[in-house]
């Protein structure tokens, strides 16, 4: 992963990316050594793009594939609802807590969503700052209350002496999006379910032809899945190539599941891609895949 910052008018922004994905955005003056300026990567220009026009009162919101949000499956839930919440608007805990309710048919608290909202790793452009208390008061913001209302008092809002908002009208989307949620297979669970099987770091990626084709390997590259049952040093060894050049295998501690259905034949509902890479210096080059169920539906 990969740093740089960015000077907004309420402090110094960390932005962490790999390529044109983001990965984290916070306000942190405590930035890493080698930290650059946003505004000098290439690969960051839409974000910066986007958070100039947002700090000088536009609304803005990055495309989906842009933003890497990783969670668990509940915590992206949360994460895609807060998308969902207009610029200049605020909802409650408790009314997204009713709203995931109706999309997903679970139940569901107004602590348990504040607690997946507070893990937000992407400040800003995923609104978690416009989520406030029943009463409309400024609650539950990692960067403090002082930042939050300064957020939303450029997109429009206004407070009172007490930090609570004028006019206090949260939007619900409880509506928003159910019917989607209707038109899917109804003998289907009322939610998308994770298609993960497991994320793993491939290993002997130093020994092998990774760097044939180092410079054609980004986050998102589809790879290749090799069962090798004659490996005289592992039965369950699964190989992990692209194009043909073999980057290395997979754990061999936690290979079995993998291996057996490659073994007998069923590669084929297996996908598997490169969710993050590192190449810093001075460090072996550290690869990690997801290996996902296609979804045949």
Not at 25 to 44: I, T
Not at 184 to 197: A, F, I, M, Q, T
Request: hydrophobic share 35%; with cysteine.
């Amino acid at each position: 992963m990969l740093s740089a910052y960015y000077q907004s008018k309420l402090g110094v922004i960390q932005l962490t990316y790999q390529g044109d994905h983001l990965y984290g955005l916070s306000f942190d003056d405590d930035l890493p050594q080698d930290s650059q300026p946003a505004d000098s990567c290439p690969e960051l220009e839409e974000v910066c793009q986007a958070l100039d026009a947002y700090f000088a009162g536009q609304a803005v919101q990055l495309a989906p594939e842009s933003l890497v949000l990783q969670g668990t499956p509940f915590q992206e839930r949360v994460w895609a609802l807060l998308r969902e919440i207009p610029y200049g608007q605020v909802t409650t805990y408790g009314d997204l807590a009713k709203t995931y309710e109706v999309r997903y048919q679970t139940s569901m608290s107004a602590q348990a969503i504040g607690g997946a909202v507070g893990r937000n790793p992407i400040a800003v452009l995923v609104p978690c700052h416009r989520v406030v208390s029943s009463r409309g008061q400024l609650t539950g913001y990692a960067y403090g209350p002082q930042r939050k209302q300064a957020l939303l008092e450029g997109e429009g809002l206004t407070f009172d002496d007490r930090g609570q908002v004028i006019n206090f009208s949260p939007i619900n989307l409880k509506n928003k999006g159910a019917e989607e949620m209707e038109k899917k297979d109804k003998y289907l669970v009322k939610y998308d379910r994770s298609r993960e099987l497991d994320s793993f770091k491939v290993e002997g990626f130093r020994y092998y032809d990774g760097l044939d084709v180092i410079d054609d390997l980004k986050v998102g590259t589809s790879v290749d899945l090799l069962v090798e049952a004659d490996n005289p040093y592992d039965s369950d060894a699964v190989q992990v190539a692209y194009k043909g050049y073999q980057l290395g295998y997979l754990p061999a501690d936690n290979n079995h599941f993998i291996s057996q259905l490659l073994y007998f034949g069923h590669g084929n509902i297996l996908e598997a891609r490169i969710l993050s890479l590192n190449f810093d210096q001075g460090i072996e080059p550290l690869i990690t895949i997801q290996v996902r169920i296609k979804d045949k539906r």
